[in-house]
């Protein structure tokens, strides 16, 4: 109980960014603490402090079992664990002392890096490795943010993707099944995506995502690949490549920090793995723009990463059979005006697309023309089209807008609107239908007890060249349906945690009374004693050794040690504790 106290305290008198800094380092997860005791409590728990003691560098942990060091050290916890492993024999003190004198290394990631050809130096071989797979990953994060305004992805799991979607992009961007899982992993971590009522939808940071070069692109990631570990981390980190750059990023990593897991899917191997996905390292070996990029120095590490990305280009082929070949990766302008009105086939360093009536009508949907599209075309082939394009285009023109699917804003459901009679019963007597449960309701109407996206994105899957609308029948842009605005923004966890506790604080009636309760509450938990200095009716001053029992109605009911007999004390008469 002491320890929870004294943490409680400390905690208090923390700032924002230090407390935050705590919480990142202690907690698994977000806690749902209602106030600094219970978030006392819980980074005192045993999984707590391993997570806390994962992310100490060996001078700390030597300092914990030599017990110096706590009056420079501003990190409440650190005092806390000192006092434990003070005692040589304590369990925790074996196992610190361990991992210092054992530390974890010699494993080493698997990676997509290859051998260097006969003849070429290997440390070029391993610069433009990085830098073209830095690229690639850039390319991949896009496709995702891309993606997700065109269909509907579930959540699976603790912000899984399902395999259908895993295999599906795995297919699109040349990956293995657990490339395409880290990528979207750090998807997320970028937010560039982001998860409501188990559905996948864009980030806050999709837009600004796409707005941006190739370059931009990849000094954002890098940034928020930094920002994992804490700055002084990084620091450390950059000192200890330099001085041995034959080592491993991983083996630094976990020299560096002795009791970090290190197992397959921790903090650790996911750091490794982002950093070799963008580019970072190549075959875990770290690459001289990562150096910088720990300084701080962002921009100076995509300058030198640049030389080693694909050079890119502004024209493509346009084919007869509707597809269209980018020899080369495109420039950004390019291949955003591409991507309007195109379908993403395969995405690499040479990329494949493809006209088809529904990217045309997402284009037509976002607030294109057909005029626009066929410029477009024109500019970037730089040939006059095939017939079968001008075919395409027209008949969508002529199609677009026949299937409108309309929120049911007061049954949760969506109406399906259709310009004939044929076409409301091909729908209806559709057997694929089924599963959105379809019922025709007059002519041209169909009812789905289902929400209008998923109406909308279950008919697009099935090649119908669905729109949504408002209730007077205008079309409404993909962009807002997939959208942040749709639902409430997702906060850091831990800094609405932070936030709270915060609140709590602010908004208690008496920050004191509060505290004090709280110990009460504590004791009475852990039945512990406690010295209360109590104020009598004459205004004099006693003080019992008690044994809190409860608190009921602003008393306090406790058992007297001394006196040995039961004792009820107003609340309001308490003036001090203190631990016995």
């Known amino acids: 109980m002491s320890d929870v106290l004294e943490l409680a305290s400390h905690l208090r008198e923390l700032d924002d960014e230090a407390l935050i800094s705590i919480c990142r380092q202690s907690l698994t997860q977000a806690s749902n603490a209602k106030d600094f005791f219970d978030l006392a409590e819980q980074l005192l728990q045993p999984r707590s402090i391993d997570s806390w003691l994962a992310t100490q560098n060996s001078s700390k942990l030597q300092s914990l079992i030599d017990g110096v060091g706590v009056e420079n050290n501003n990190d409440p916890i650190f005092s806390i664990i000192l006092k434990r492993t003070s005692n040589a024999s304590d369990p925790l003190a074996l196992k610190i002392g361990q991992a210092i004198s054992a530390p974890k290394s010699g494993r080493t990631l698997k990676t997509a890096s290859k051998e260097p050809a006969a003849g070429e130096p290997l440390d070029a071989r391993a610069a433009d490795d990085a830098g073209i797979r830095g690229f690639l990953a850039i390319q991949g994060l896009t496709e ?114 002795p009791l970090a897991d290190a197992s397959p899917g921790s903090k650790v191997e996911k750091l490794c793995n982002y ?210 605005s749709e639902k409430t923004a997702t906060d850091d966890p831990v800094t609405a945690l932070v936030a709270k506790l915060r609140s709590a604080e602010t908004t208690s009636a008496d920050g004191e009374n509060e505290m004090m309760l709280r110990q009460l509450q504590l004791a009475i938990k852990n039945k512990s004693a406690i010295l209360v200095t109590y104020v009598g009716k004459d205004g004099t001053e006693h003080r019992f050794l008690l044994e809190p029992v409860a608190i009921s109605n602003g008393r306090l009911r406790s058992r007297d040690k001394k006196a040995d007999i039961e004792r009820t004390l107003p609340l309001a008469n308490i003036v001090k504790l203190e631990l016995a």
């Open 144 to 257: 995702f943010v891309i993606d997700l305004e065109h269909r509907y992805l579930r959540e699976v799991g603790k912000f899984g993707l399902a395999l259908p979607d895993v295999k599906r992009f795995g297919l699109h961007l040349g990956l293995a099944l657990d490339e395409v899982r880290d990528l979207w992993e750090i998807a997320r971590l970028n937010d560039l995506t982001t998860t409501n009522q188990s559905r996948w939808l864009l980030g806050d940071m999709a837009v600004t995502w796409l707005g941006g070069t190739h370059l931009q692109r990849w000094i954002s990631a890098t940034t928020r690949w930094r920002e994992l570990m804490a700055g002084p981390t990084c620091l450390e980190i950059a000192q200890a490549l330099k001085l041995q750059p034959k080592r491993s990023f991983f083996e630094t990593l976990t020299s560096i920090f």
């Open 275 to 484: 950093a070799e996905m963008i580019g970072l390292t190549s075959n875990g070996m770290a690459q001289p723009w990562m150096i910088a990029a720990l300084e701080g120095k962002i921009d100076s590490a995509a300058k030198t990463i640049a030389k080693h990305m694909p050079s890119l280009q502004a024209r493509v082929i346009l084919q007869t059979d509707l597809s269209i070949v980018a020899p080369g990766p495109l420039e950004v302008s390019a291949e955003d005006r591409l991507r309007e009105f195109a379908q993403a086939e395969a995405i690499g360093l040479a990329s494949h697309f493809r006209l088809t009536p529904l990217s045309v009508s997402f284009a037509l949907e976002r607030g294109h023309s057909i005029d626009e599209i066929r410029a477009s075309l024109l500019e970037l082939s730089g040939n006059p089209l095939p017939q079968p394009v001008e075919y395409l285009l027209n008949d969508v023109l002529r199609r677009f807008g026949r299937i409108k699917v309309v929120a049911d804003e007061a049954g949760g459901g969506a109406y399906i609107r259709v310009s004939d009679t044929t076409l409301a019963i091909e729908l209806a007597n559709d057997l694929r239908h089924r599963i959105i449960s379809l019922r025709q309701i007059d002519a041209k109407t169909l009812y789905s007890k289902y929400t209008a996206d998923v109406v909308y994105f279950t008919l697009r899957d099935y090649g119908h060249l669905a729109v949504r609308a408002n209730q007077d029948d205008s079309v409404i842009s993909p962009e807002r349906i997939n959208s942040q």
